[in-house]
């Protein structure tokens, strides 16, 4: 793919940074939300005593998450990259994957239905199991 092409693996790679971005902004403003109502700013500090309210839980829990399977993701596309190994396969999937998270973090930041949500989980995770057997494949056939 000529170095151009490639380049288009960090355009989905784009998406999920900002949805990272919008995750942080969505907790923060939960936050301050719950101590304005009441929660004890000083649970802040090592995080024990009242929880904090289910709808600034569920905000915290999405921006850990977006910390968890994205960095095989991040770091499928830059192997790719590093490789040349950004086929049509692997765009497609790293597309795929971002979608799939823009989709689950809407449904998560929003009405937060666990089965809608866990649509959109096991797309995006199925397109990067498919980007990485596609990269393995890659990296198989070169060694």
């Known amino acids: 793919m000529p170095e151009g092409q490639s380049l288009k693996i960090f355009l989905p790679v784009l998406l999920v940074v900002?949805?990272?971005f919008v995750g942080f902004i969505k907790m923060a403003i939960e936050r301050a939300g719950a101590v304005k109502q009441g929660q004890n700013p000083e649970f802040y500090k090592v995080?024990?005593?009242d929880p904090e309210p289910e709808k600034t839980r569920a905000a915290v829990r999405h921006w850990d998450n977006l910390f968890?399977?994205?960095?095989?993701?991040?770091?499928?596309?830059?192997?790719?990259?590093?490789?040349?190994?950004?086929?049509?396969?692997v765009?497609?999937?790293?597309?795929i994957f971002a979608v799939g998270r823009a989709v689950q973090s809407f449904i998560h930041l929003t009405y937060?239905?666990?089965?809608?949500?866990?649509?959109?989980?096991?797309?995006?995770?199925?397109?990067l199991m498919v980007m990485w057997g596609a990269l393995a494949a890659h990296i198989i056939a070169a060694a």
């Open 18 to 20: 900002a949805v990272t």
């Open 68 to 89: 968890e399977l994205p960095t095989v993701f991040y770091a499928g596309c830059l192997a790719a990259y590093m490789l040349g190994a950004v086929s049509t396969t």
């Open 112 to 127: 937060n239905s666990p089965n809608h949500r866990g649509g959109a989980f096991t797309l995006s995770f199925l397109g």
């Open 47 to 49: 995080y024990l005593g």
């Open 91 to 95: 765009l497609v999937c790293a597309w």
